[in-house]
Protein backbone atom coordinates (compact mmCIF):
# COMPACT_ATOMS: atom_id res chain seq x y z
CA UNK A 1 0.00 0.00 0.00
CA UNK A 2 1.59 3.33 -1.43
CA UNK A 3 0.31 5.21 2.10
CA UNK A 4 2.83 8.42 1.21
CA UNK A 5 1.60 8.23 -2.23
CA UNK A 6 -2.53 8.27 -1.24
CA UNK A 7 -1.71 11.31 1.13
CA UNK A 8 -0.10 13.07 -1.31
CA UNK A 9 -2.74 12.62 -3.91
CA UNK A 10 -5.11 13.96 -0.73
CA UNK A 11 -3.22 16.87 -0.08
CA UNK A 12 -3.34 17.90 -3.80
CA UNK A 13 -6.86 17.67 -4.27
CA UNK A 14 -6.88 19.94 -0.94
CA UNK A 15 -4.93 22.49 -2.44
CA UNK A 16 -6.48 22.58 -5.84
CA UNK A 17 -9.87 23.54 -4.50
CA UNK A 18 -8.29 25.70 -1.74
CA UNK A 19 -6.94 27.41 -4.87
CA UNK A 20 -9.99 28.80 -6.23
CA UNK A 21 -11.89 29.19 -2.49
CA UNK A 22 -14.20 31.87 -4.43
CA UNK A 23 -15.55 29.21 -6.53
CA UNK A 24 -15.23 25.99 -4.23
CA UNK A 25 -15.73 27.36 -0.98
CA UNK A 26 -17.49 31.13 -1.30
CA UNK A 27 -19.99 30.92 -4.07
CA UNK A 28 -21.67 27.45 -2.61
CA UNK A 29 -21.52 29.05 0.72
CA UNK A 30 -23.17 32.12 -0.44
CA UNK A 31 -25.88 29.79 -2.27
CA UNK A 32 -26.90 28.09 0.61
CA UNK A 33 -26.90 30.89 2.61
CA UNK A 34 -29.17 32.50 0.00
CA UNK A 35 -31.26 29.23 0.51
CA UNK A 36 -31.40 30.03 4.71
CA UNK A 37 -32.01 33.40 3.69
CA UNK A 38 -34.91 33.46 1.67
CA UNK A 39 -36.71 30.29 2.90
CA UNK A 40 -36.30 31.24 6.60
CA UNK A 41 -37.96 34.95 5.91
CA UNK A 42 -40.65 33.58 3.58
CA UNK A 43 -41.90 30.44 4.68
CA UNK A 44 -40.63 30.62 8.17
CA UNK A 45 -42.79 33.41 8.51
CA UNK A 46 -45.82 31.53 7.45
CA UNK A 47 -45.14 28.43 9.51
CA UNK A 48 -43.18 29.60 12.68
CA UNK A 49 -42.42 25.99 13.87
CA UNK A 50 -42.07 22.50 12.16
CA UNK A 51 -42.21 19.30 14.36
CA UNK A 52 -42.01 21.76 17.49
CA UNK A 53 -38.77 23.10 16.48
CA UNK A 54 -38.78 26.87 14.72
CA UNK A 55 -38.65 26.37 10.97
CA UNK A 56 -35.06 28.79 10.64
CA UNK A 57 -33.58 25.98 12.81
CA UNK A 58 -35.28 23.22 11.11
CA UNK A 59 -33.94 24.12 7.78
CA UNK A 60 -30.09 24.07 9.15
CA UNK A 61 -29.61 20.15 8.85
CA UNK A 62 -31.13 19.77 5.28
CA UNK A 63 -28.75 23.45 4.12
CA UNK A 64 -25.79 21.48 5.64
CA UNK A 65 -26.76 18.44 3.60
CA UNK A 66 -27.11 20.03 0.90
CA UNK A 67 -23.88 21.66 1.09
CA UNK A 68 -22.04 18.66 2.11
CA UNK A 69 -23.33 16.57 -1.06
CA UNK A 70 -23.25 19.32 -3.83
CA UNK A 71 -19.58 20.10 -3.07
CA UNK A 72 -18.64 16.81 -2.20
CA UNK A 73 -19.64 15.84 -5.23
CA UNK A 74 -18.63 18.60 -7.30
CA UNK A 75 -15.45 18.26 -6.16
CA UNK A 76 -14.73 14.76 -6.67
CA UNK A 77 -16.11 15.06 -10.40
CA UNK A 78 -14.34 18.05 -11.82
CA UNK A 79 -11.19 17.49 -10.39
CA UNK A 80 -10.97 13.57 -11.65
CA UNK A 81 -12.66 14.62 -14.93
CA UNK A 82 -10.62 17.70 -15.48
CA UNK A 83 -7.70 15.50 -15.34
CA UNK A 84 -8.60 12.92 -17.65
CA UNK A 85 -9.65 16.20 -19.86
CA UNK A 86 -5.78 17.54 -19.23
CA UNK A 87 -4.04 14.02 -19.28
CA UNK A 88 -2.25 14.75 -16.18
CA UNK A 89 -4.52 11.64 -15.07
CA UNK A 90 -1.31 9.69 -16.92
CA UNK A 91 0.56 11.08 -13.92
CA UNK A 92 -1.19 9.05 -11.20
CA UNK A 93 -1.68 5.77 -13.36
CA UNK A 94 1.77 5.79 -14.14
CA UNK A 95 2.86 5.91 -10.29
CA UNK A 96 2.51 3.01 -8.01
CA UNK A 97 -1.16 3.94 -7.19
CA UNK A 98 -3.67 1.09 -7.00
CA UNK A 99 -7.44 1.29 -6.88
CA UNK A 100 -7.13 1.90 -3.18
CA UNK A 101 -5.40 4.58 -3.23
CA UNK A 102 -7.06 6.38 -5.78
CA UNK A 103 -9.98 6.20 -4.35
CA UNK A 104 -8.98 6.92 -0.63
CA UNK A 105 -7.54 10.21 -2.82
CA UNK A 106 -10.22 11.67 -4.51
CA UNK A 107 -12.92 10.67 -2.02
CA UNK A 108 -11.20 12.08 1.06
CA UNK A 109 -9.81 15.26 -0.69
CA UNK A 110 -13.70 15.50 -2.10
CA UNK A 111 -14.77 15.06 1.40
CA UNK A 112 -12.56 17.68 2.83
CA UNK A 113 -15.06 20.22 0.67
CA UNK A 114 -17.77 18.65 1.30
CA UNK A 115 -17.69 18.56 5.26
CA UNK A 116 -15.61 22.53 4.80
CA UNK A 117 -19.14 23.60 2.74
CA UNK A 118 -21.24 22.31 5.30
CA UNK A 119 -19.36 23.23 8.31
CA UNK A 120 -19.55 27.02 7.17
CA UNK A 121 -22.72 26.94 6.54
CA UNK A 122 -23.72 25.63 10.02
CA UNK A 123 -21.65 28.61 11.13
CA UNK A 124 -23.45 31.24 8.80
CA UNK A 125 -26.80 29.45 10.18
CA UNK A 126 -25.29 29.82 13.61
CA UNK A 127 -25.63 34.11 13.01
CA UNK A 128 -29.32 34.01 12.49
CA UNK A 129 -30.32 31.19 15.04
CA UNK A 130 -29.01 28.81 17.34
CA UNK A 131 -28.66 25.27 16.19
CA UNK A 132 -27.29 22.85 18.55
CA UNK A 133 -26.19 19.48 18.13
CA UNK A 134 -28.28 16.96 19.61
CA UNK A 135 -26.60 13.90 19.39
CA UNK A 136 -23.38 14.16 18.09
CA UNK A 137 -22.31 10.38 17.56
CA UNK A 138 -25.26 10.44 15.10
CA UNK A 139 -24.55 13.91 13.09
CA UNK A 140 -21.11 12.64 12.60
CA UNK A 141 -21.93 9.72 11.39
CA UNK A 142 -24.55 11.20 8.88
CA UNK A 143 -21.95 14.23 7.86
CA UNK A 144 -19.24 11.42 7.18
CA UNK A 145 -21.30 8.90 5.13
CA UNK A 146 -22.87 11.55 3.71
CA UNK A 147 -19.73 13.30 2.68
CA UNK A 148 -18.58 10.06 1.04
CA UNK A 149 -21.04 8.77 -0.60
CA UNK A 150 -21.34 11.68 -2.87
CA UNK A 151 -17.83 12.11 -3.04
CA UNK A 152 -17.35 8.63 -4.03
CA UNK A 153 -20.50 9.05 -6.47
CA UNK A 154 -18.74 12.30 -8.25
CA UNK A 155 -15.88 9.80 -8.62
CA UNK A 156 -17.76 7.63 -10.48
CA UNK A 157 -19.55 10.09 -12.56
CA UNK A 158 -16.41 11.57 -13.56
CA UNK A 159 -14.64 7.74 -14.36
CA UNK A 160 -17.85 6.93 -17.07
CA UNK A 161 -18.86 10.50 -18.19
CA UNK A 162 -16.47 11.27 -21.71
CA UNK A 163 -18.11 14.78 -22.29
CA UNK A 164 -18.66 17.60 -19.76
CA UNK A 165 -22.28 17.56 -20.19
CA UNK A 166 -22.41 13.81 -19.06
CA UNK A 167 -20.65 15.06 -15.69
CA UNK A 168 -23.55 17.57 -15.80
CA UNK A 169 -26.23 14.82 -15.86
CA UNK A 170 -26.22 13.27 -12.56
CA UNK A 171 -26.73 16.45 -10.55
CA UNK A 172 -28.98 18.48 -12.47
CA UNK A 173 -31.16 15.05 -13.70
CA UNK A 174 -30.75 13.45 -10.28
CA UNK A 175 -29.54 15.25 -6.97
CA UNK A 176 -30.93 18.48 -7.90
CA UNK A 177 -34.85 17.47 -7.84
CA UNK A 178 -34.12 14.54 -5.31
CA UNK A 179 -32.70 17.31 -2.62
CA UNK A 180 -35.00 19.44 -3.43
CA UNK A 181 -37.99 16.88 -3.17
CA UNK A 182 -35.90 15.48 -0.22
CA UNK A 183 -37.65 17.51 2.69
CA UNK A 184 -34.92 19.88 2.93
CA UNK A 185 -37.50 22.82 3.08
CA UNK A 186 -40.30 21.00 4.75
CA UNK A 187 -41.68 18.47 6.68
CA UNK A 188 -42.25 15.02 4.57
CA UNK A 189 -44.43 14.02 7.62
CA UNK A 190 -46.67 17.05 6.32
CA UNK A 191 -47.55 16.21 3.14
CA UNK A 192 -50.45 15.11 2.23
CA UNK A 193 -50.41 11.13 0.74
CA UNK A 194 -50.03 9.83 -1.92
CA UNK A 195 -46.63 12.58 -1.75
CA UNK A 196 -45.68 11.26 1.78
CA UNK A 197 -45.79 7.65 0.90
CA UNK A 198 -43.92 8.65 -3.16
CA UNK A 199 -41.27 10.59 -1.10
CA UNK A 200 -40.21 7.81 1.25
CA UNK A 201 -38.38 6.60 -2.33
CA UNK A 202 -36.40 9.46 -1.72
CA UNK A 203 -32.91 8.00 -0.29
CA UNK A 204 -32.22 11.95 0.46
CA UNK A 205 -35.63 12.25 2.53
CA UNK A 206 -34.25 9.99 4.97
CA UNK A 207 -30.02 10.84 4.78
CA UNK A 208 -31.75 14.45 5.58
CA UNK A 209 -34.29 12.60 8.41
CA UNK A 210 -31.02 11.11 9.81
CA UNK A 211 -29.11 14.00 10.00
CA UNK A 212 -31.93 16.31 11.51
CA UNK A 213 -32.24 13.21 13.91
CA UNK A 214 -28.58 13.77 14.94
CA UNK A 215 -28.41 17.78 14.75
CA UNK A 216 -31.93 18.82 15.99
CA UNK A 217 -32.93 15.57 18.26
CA UNK A 218 -36.19 15.49 16.93
CA UNK A 219 -36.65 11.93 16.29
CA UNK A 220 -34.65 8.97 17.88
CA UNK A 221 -33.02 8.52 14.46
CA UNK A 222 -33.19 7.12 10.72
CA UNK A 223 -32.47 3.64 10.63
CA UNK A 224 -33.57 3.48 7.08
CA UNK A 225 -31.71 6.78 6.08
CA UNK A 226 -28.25 5.05 7.85
CA UNK A 227 -29.16 1.86 5.89
CA UNK A 228 -30.01 3.72 2.77
CA UNK A 229 -26.26 5.38 3.33
CA UNK A 230 -24.40 2.49 4.30
CA UNK A 231 -26.37 0.58 1.03
CA UNK A 232 -25.13 3.54 -1.73
CA UNK A 233 -21.46 3.93 0.28
CA UNK A 234 -21.03 0.17 0.06
CA UNK A 235 -22.09 -0.25 -3.59
CA UNK A 236 -20.57 3.04 -4.81
CA UNK A 237 -17.41 2.23 -3.45
CA UNK A 238 -17.40 -1.44 -4.92
CA UNK A 239 -18.04 0.22 -8.36
CA UNK A 240 -15.71 3.20 -8.30
CA UNK A 241 -12.95 0.44 -6.86
CA UNK A 242 -13.86 -1.99 -9.52
CA UNK A 243 -14.08 1.04 -12.84
CA UNK A 244 -10.49 1.93 -11.54
CA UNK A 245 -9.22 -2.18 -11.34
CA UNK A 246 -10.08 -2.08 -14.52
CA UNK A 247 -8.88 0.87 -16.06
CA UNK A 248 -12.85 1.47 -17.15
CA UNK A 249 -12.87 4.16 -19.66
CA UNK A 250 -9.49 5.34 -18.78
CA UNK A 251 -7.54 2.91 -19.76
CA UNK A 252 -7.44 2.17 -24.01
CA UNK B 1 21.48 -9.61 -15.33
CA UNK B 2 17.89 -9.72 -14.74
CA UNK B 3 16.39 -7.39 -17.71
CA UNK B 4 14.73 -4.10 -17.37
CA UNK B 5 11.85 -5.08 -19.13
CA UNK B 6 10.87 -8.22 -21.19
CA UNK B 7 8.01 -8.56 -23.44
CA UNK B 8 6.78 -11.93 -24.28
CA UNK B 9 4.21 -12.07 -27.34
CA UNK B 10 2.65 -8.62 -26.48
CA UNK B 11 -0.34 -7.73 -28.59
CA UNK B 12 -2.56 -5.44 -28.38
CA UNK B 13 -5.76 -5.56 -30.09
CA UNK B 14 -8.22 -2.64 -30.40
CA UNK B 15 -11.89 -3.53 -32.92
CA UNK B 16 -10.18 -3.42 -35.98
CA UNK B 17 -6.31 -3.10 -35.56
CA UNK B 18 -3.99 -4.46 -34.05
CA UNK B 19 -2.01 -2.12 -32.51
CA UNK B 20 0.66 -4.61 -30.95
CA UNK B 21 1.14 -8.40 -33.01
CA UNK B 22 3.34 -10.57 -31.14
CA UNK B 23 5.91 -8.51 -29.73
CA UNK B 24 8.77 -9.76 -28.28
CA UNK B 25 11.57 -7.81 -26.54
CA UNK B 26 14.20 -7.72 -24.14
CA UNK B 27 15.81 -4.40 -22.69
CA UNK B 28 18.65 -4.75 -20.94
CA UNK B 29 19.47 -2.66 -17.54
CA UNK B 30 21.09 0.49 -18.25
CA UNK B 31 20.80 0.43 -21.76
CA UNK B 32 19.49 3.32 -24.06
CA UNK B 33 17.41 1.12 -26.58
CA UNK B 34 15.55 3.67 -29.37
CA UNK B 35 11.95 2.51 -30.58
CA UNK B 36 11.67 3.87 -33.83
CA UNK B 37 9.07 3.77 -36.86
CA UNK B 38 6.67 5.74 -38.52
CA UNK B 39 3.37 7.55 -36.65
CA UNK B 40 0.79 4.58 -35.44
CA UNK B 41 3.44 1.78 -35.90
CA UNK B 42 2.80 0.98 -31.75
CA UNK B 43 5.54 2.72 -30.55
CA UNK B 44 3.33 4.75 -28.03
CA UNK B 45 0.77 1.86 -27.50
CA UNK B 46 3.66 0.01 -26.33
CA UNK B 47 5.13 2.23 -24.27
CA UNK B 48 1.20 2.25 -22.52
CA UNK B 49 0.69 -1.13 -22.25
CA UNK B 50 4.12 -1.51 -19.88
CA UNK B 51 3.53 1.87 -18.05
CA UNK B 52 -0.72 0.78 -17.72
CA UNK B 53 -2.12 3.28 -19.65
CA UNK B 54 -2.93 0.53 -22.59
CA UNK B 55 -4.59 -2.85 -21.31
CA UNK B 56 -2.80 -5.21 -23.13
CA UNK B 57 -5.10 -8.15 -24.93
CA UNK B 58 -2.33 -11.06 -24.38
CA UNK B 59 1.31 -11.46 -23.93
CA UNK B 60 3.54 -11.15 -20.91
CA UNK B 61 5.23 -7.67 -19.79
CA UNK B 62 7.82 -7.70 -17.11
CA UNK B 63 9.43 -5.02 -15.18
CA UNK B 64 12.79 -5.89 -13.70
CA UNK B 65 11.77 -9.68 -13.34
CA UNK B 66 8.36 -9.16 -11.94
CA UNK B 67 4.94 -10.55 -14.35
CA UNK B 68 2.76 -7.17 -14.32
CA UNK B 69 -0.36 -9.86 -14.25
CA UNK B 70 1.09 -10.82 -10.91
CA UNK B 71 2.20 -7.63 -9.61
CA UNK B 72 1.04 -4.48 -11.11
CA UNK B 73 1.99 -1.82 -8.65
CA UNK B 74 5.14 -2.62 -7.36
CA UNK B 75 7.41 -2.48 -10.28
CA UNK B 76 5.67 1.02 -10.98
CA UNK B 77 8.13 2.85 -8.38
CA UNK B 78 11.18 2.22 -10.71
CA UNK B 79 9.30 3.67 -13.76
CA UNK B 80 9.29 7.14 -15.09
CA UNK B 81 7.28 7.80 -18.26
CA UNK B 82 7.75 11.15 -20.66
CA UNK B 83 4.02 11.15 -22.53
CA UNK B 84 3.77 12.31 -26.15
CA UNK B 85 1.04 14.76 -25.24
CA UNK B 86 1.96 17.78 -23.23
CA UNK B 87 0.29 18.03 -20.20
CA UNK B 88 0.39 20.20 -16.92
CA UNK B 89 -1.94 20.95 -14.07
CA UNK B 90 -2.39 24.75 -14.33
CA UNK B 91 -3.29 25.17 -10.07
CA UNK B 92 0.08 24.59 -9.75
CA UNK B 93 3.66 26.28 -9.67
CA UNK B 94 6.63 23.90 -11.35
CA UNK B 95 8.50 22.72 -8.00
CA UNK B 96 4.45 21.93 -6.40
CA UNK B 97 4.27 20.00 -9.78
CA UNK B 98 7.52 18.01 -9.04
CA UNK B 99 6.83 17.33 -5.47
CA UNK B 100 3.45 15.96 -6.16
CA UNK B 101 5.04 13.29 -8.12
CA UNK B 102 7.69 12.57 -5.89
CA UNK B 103 4.77 11.49 -3.48
CA UNK B 104 2.87 9.78 -5.95
CA UNK B 105 6.07 7.76 -6.01
CA UNK B 106 6.04 7.41 -2.52
CA UNK B 107 8.84 9.99 -1.35
CA UNK B 108 9.07 12.42 0.74
CA UNK B 109 9.66 16.40 -0.61
CA UNK B 110 13.17 16.16 -1.95
CA UNK B 111 14.22 19.86 -3.30
CA UNK B 112 17.75 18.92 -3.84
CA UNK B 113 16.86 16.30 -6.67
CA UNK B 114 14.14 18.52 -7.98
CA UNK B 115 17.09 21.55 -7.70
CA UNK B 116 19.25 19.22 -9.71
CA UNK B 117 16.64 18.51 -12.37
CA UNK B 118 15.65 22.05 -12.45
CA UNK B 119 19.35 23.02 -13.38
CA UNK B 120 19.90 19.91 -15.92
CA UNK B 121 16.42 21.15 -17.71
CA UNK B 122 17.15 25.26 -17.41
CA UNK B 123 14.30 25.55 -15.25
CA UNK B 124 15.89 26.80 -12.66
CA UNK B 125 14.56 30.56 -12.92
CA UNK B 126 10.85 29.09 -12.96
CA UNK B 127 11.01 27.24 -10.19
CA UNK B 128 7.97 29.18 -8.53
CA UNK B 129 6.12 29.85 -11.97
CA UNK B 130 2.75 28.67 -12.43
CA UNK B 131 2.76 25.90 -14.51
CA UNK B 132 0.20 27.39 -17.18
CA UNK B 133 2.32 30.40 -17.74
CA UNK B 134 5.16 27.90 -19.57
CA UNK B 135 6.27 27.97 -22.72
CA UNK B 136 5.58 24.77 -24.89
CA UNK B 137 9.18 24.21 -24.76
CA UNK B 138 9.16 24.27 -20.66
CA UNK B 139 6.30 22.29 -20.08
CA UNK B 140 8.26 19.67 -22.16
CA UNK B 141 11.10 19.93 -20.29
CA UNK B 142 8.59 20.27 -17.07
CA UNK B 143 7.32 16.58 -18.20
CA UNK B 144 11.15 15.20 -18.38
CA UNK B 145 11.41 16.40 -14.62
CA UNK B 146 8.52 14.89 -13.67
CA UNK B 147 9.56 11.42 -14.83
CA UNK B 148 13.06 11.62 -13.74
CA UNK B 149 12.35 13.15 -10.00
CA UNK B 150 11.58 9.67 -7.86
CA UNK B 151 14.93 8.48 -9.62
CA UNK B 152 13.63 5.87 -11.85
CA UNK B 153 15.67 2.87 -13.15
CA UNK B 154 13.60 2.77 -16.25
CA UNK B 155 12.54 5.72 -18.32
CA UNK B 156 10.29 5.91 -21.12
CA UNK B 157 11.09 9.09 -23.25
CA UNK B 158 7.89 9.38 -25.81
CA UNK B 159 9.08 12.14 -28.26
CA UNK B 160 10.81 13.95 -25.23
CA UNK B 161 12.36 16.86 -27.28
CA UNK B 162 9.53 17.27 -29.64
CA UNK B 163 9.29 21.35 -29.55
CA UNK B 164 12.66 21.85 -28.00
CA UNK B 165 15.28 23.91 -29.15
CA UNK B 166 18.37 22.41 -30.97
CA UNK B 167 20.64 24.06 -27.94
CA UNK B 168 18.39 22.35 -25.21
CA UNK B 169 17.94 19.45 -27.37
CA UNK B 170 22.01 18.59 -26.75
CA UNK B 171 21.85 19.62 -23.21
CA UNK B 172 19.35 17.13 -22.83
CA UNK B 173 21.14 14.22 -24.68
CA UNK B 174 24.24 14.65 -22.78
CA UNK B 175 21.92 14.80 -19.44
CA UNK B 176 20.19 11.23 -20.75
CA UNK B 177 23.84 9.67 -21.57
CA UNK B 178 24.20 10.54 -17.69
CA UNK B 179 21.15 8.67 -16.99
CA UNK B 180 23.09 5.77 -18.97
CA UNK B 181 26.18 6.03 -16.77
CA UNK B 182 24.52 5.83 -13.36
CA UNK B 183 22.64 3.07 -14.26
CA UNK B 184 19.21 4.36 -15.92
CA UNK B 185 17.60 2.46 -18.30
CA UNK B 186 16.19 4.37 -21.15
CA UNK B 187 13.71 3.68 -24.18
CA UNK B 188 13.12 6.49 -26.35
CA UNK B 189 11.03 7.04 -29.08
CA UNK B 190 11.58 10.00 -31.60
CA UNK B 191 11.16 11.41 -35.02
CA UNK B 192 14.61 13.08 -34.53
CA UNK B 193 16.71 10.31 -36.22
CA UNK B 194 19.62 12.06 -35.20
CA UNK B 195 18.65 11.69 -31.62
CA UNK B 196 18.58 7.91 -31.56
CA UNK B 197 21.34 7.69 -34.16
CA UNK B 198 23.23 10.28 -31.42
CA UNK B 199 21.59 7.77 -28.76
CA UNK B 200 21.21 4.92 -28.85
CA UNK B 201 22.72 1.51 -27.95
CA UNK B 202 20.31 -0.22 -29.72
CA UNK B 203 17.16 0.35 -32.19
CA UNK B 204 14.15 -1.20 -32.59
CA UNK B 205 12.00 -0.79 -35.37
CA UNK B 206 8.80 -1.36 -35.96
CA UNK B 207 5.76 -0.78 -38.07
CA UNK B 208 1.86 -1.80 -38.00
CA UNK B 209 3.00 -3.16 -34.43
CA UNK B 210 5.43 -6.22 -35.68
CA UNK B 211 8.81 -5.88 -34.79
CA UNK B 212 10.82 -5.94 -37.37
CA UNK B 213 14.54 -5.51 -36.40
CA UNK B 214 16.39 -5.37 -33.16
CA UNK B 215 19.92 -4.74 -33.44
CA UNK B 216 22.85 -3.25 -32.06
CA UNK B 217 22.97 0.20 -33.62
CA UNK B 218 26.50 0.01 -34.41
CA UNK B 219 26.28 -3.22 -36.04
CA UNK B 220 23.46 -1.86 -37.72
CA UNK B 221 24.67 0.72 -38.84
CA UNK B 222 28.36 -1.46 -40.62
CA UNK B 223 25.48 -3.84 -41.60
CA UNK B 224 23.01 -1.74 -43.17
CA UNK B 225 24.36 2.02 -43.40
CA UNK B 226 25.70 3.12 -46.84
CA UNK B 227 27.63 6.26 -47.49
CA UNK B 228 27.88 8.42 -50.25
CA UNK B 229 31.49 9.53 -51.86
CA UNK B 230 31.21 12.48 -54.07
CA UNK B 231 34.65 12.92 -55.87
CA UNK B 232 34.62 16.49 -57.50
CA UNK B 233 37.06 17.01 -60.63
CA UNK B 234 39.07 20.08 -61.50
CA UNK B 235 38.21 19.84 -65.30
CA UNK B 236 35.61 17.49 -66.50
CA UNK B 237 35.89 13.97 -67.23
CA UNK B 238 34.14 12.09 -70.87
CA UNK B 239 33.75 8.42 -68.97
CA UNK B 240 35.07 6.59 -66.38
CA UNK B 241 37.81 4.28 -67.25
CA UNK B 242 37.29 0.49 -66.80
CA UNK B 243 38.01 -0.11 -62.69
CA UNK B 244 36.73 3.01 -61.74
CA UNK B 245 33.45 2.48 -59.91
CA UNK B 246 30.83 4.75 -59.04
CA UNK B 247 27.88 6.97 -61.36
CA UNK B 248 29.43 10.43 -63.50
CA UNK B 249 27.31 13.45 -63.21
CA UNK B 250 25.85 14.85 -66.89
CA UNK B 251 28.51 17.50 -67.02
CA UNK B 252 31.65 15.06 -66.08
CA UNK B 253 32.75 16.73 -63.23
CA UNK B 254 31.58 14.81 -59.72
CA UNK B 255 31.51 11.16 -59.31
CA UNK B 256 28.94 9.26 -57.45
CA UNK B 257 29.69 6.55 -54.90
CA UNK B 258 27.68 4.47 -52.64
CA UNK B 259 29.70 2.78 -50.53
CA UNK B 260 27.93 -0.70 -49.17
CA UNK B 261 28.91 -3.57 -47.07
CA UNK B 262 30.51 -6.69 -49.10
CA UNK B 263 31.04 -3.93 -52.06
CA UNK B 264 34.24 -1.87 -52.64
CA UNK B 265 34.97 0.49 -50.27
CA UNK B 266 34.84 4.48 -50.84
CA UNK B 267 38.79 4.47 -50.29
CA UNK B 268 39.33 2.04 -52.85
CA UNK B 269 37.36 3.96 -55.13
CA UNK B 270 39.28 7.36 -54.81
CA UNK B 271 42.86 5.29 -55.15
CA UNK B 272 41.22 4.16 -58.54
CA UNK B 273 40.62 7.54 -59.61
CA UNK B 274 44.22 8.32 -58.63
CA UNK B 275 45.61 5.83 -60.58
CA UNK B 276 43.97 6.31 -63.26
CA UNK B 277 44.85 10.13 -63.00
CA UNK B 278 41.34 11.69 -63.16
CA UNK B 279 42.06 15.21 -62.36
CA UNK B 280 40.67 14.65 -58.43
CA UNK B 281 39.71 18.13 -56.95
CA UNK B 282 37.55 17.57 -53.87
CA UNK B 283 35.95 14.78 -52.06
CA UNK B 284 32.91 14.90 -49.82
CA UNK B 285 31.57 11.94 -47.68
CA UNK B 286 27.93 11.90 -46.56
CA UNK B 287 28.08 9.32 -43.82
CA UNK B 288 25.74 6.26 -43.16
CA UNK B 289 22.16 7.63 -41.45
CA UNK B 290 20.02 5.93 -39.64
CA UNK B 291 17.09 7.18 -41.14
CA UNK B 292 18.06 5.52 -45.04
CA UNK B 293 18.15 2.32 -42.70
CA UNK B 294 14.98 3.14 -41.13
CA UNK B 295 13.32 3.80 -44.99
CA UNK B 296 15.10 0.36 -46.48
CA UNK B 297 13.76 -1.55 -43.41
CA UNK B 298 9.97 -0.22 -43.46
CA UNK B 299 10.26 -0.84 -47.00
CA UNK B 300 10.51 -4.38 -46.91
CA UNK B 301 14.39 -4.76 -47.11
CA UNK B 302 16.63 -6.51 -44.54
CA UNK B 303 15.06 -6.87 -41.35
CA UNK B 304 14.19 -10.37 -39.52
CA UNK B 305 17.02 -9.17 -37.25
Not at chain 1, 2 to 24: C, D, H, I, S, Y
Not at chain 1, 214 to 219: K, N, Q, Y
Request: hydrophobic share 50%; net charge neutral.
Amino acid sequence: MNLWGARTLLMKEVRRFLRVPGQTILQPLISTALYFIVFSYTVGAVQREVDGVPYMQFIVPGLVFLGIANNAFLNASSSFFIMKLQGTLVDVLVAPLGPAELLFGFVAGAMVRGLLVGLLTWGVALLFTTAPVAHVFTTLLFLLLSAYVFSVLGLVAAIWAEKFEQINFFPTFLMLPLTFLGGVFYSVASLPEPFRSISALNPVVHMVEGLRAGMLGTSEGSPLGLGLLLGVALTATVVAREMLRRGYRLKS
Amino acid sequence: MTPALELESLTKQYKTQRALDAVSLRIGAGEIFALLGPNGAGKTTLIGAVCGLVKKTSGTVRLFGVDLDVDGVTPRYSVGLVPQEINFDPFFTVRESLRIQQGYFGQRHDDARIDELLAALALTAKADTQTRALSGGMKRRLLIAKALVHRPKLVFLDEPTAGVDVELRRDLWSYVRRLREQGTTVVLTTHYLEEAEELADRVGIIDGGRLLLVEDKAALMRRMGERAWTVRFSAPVRALPDGVAGTLDDDGRALTFIERPGGPSGAEVLRSAYAAQLPVADLALRPAKLEDILVRVLNGQEADR
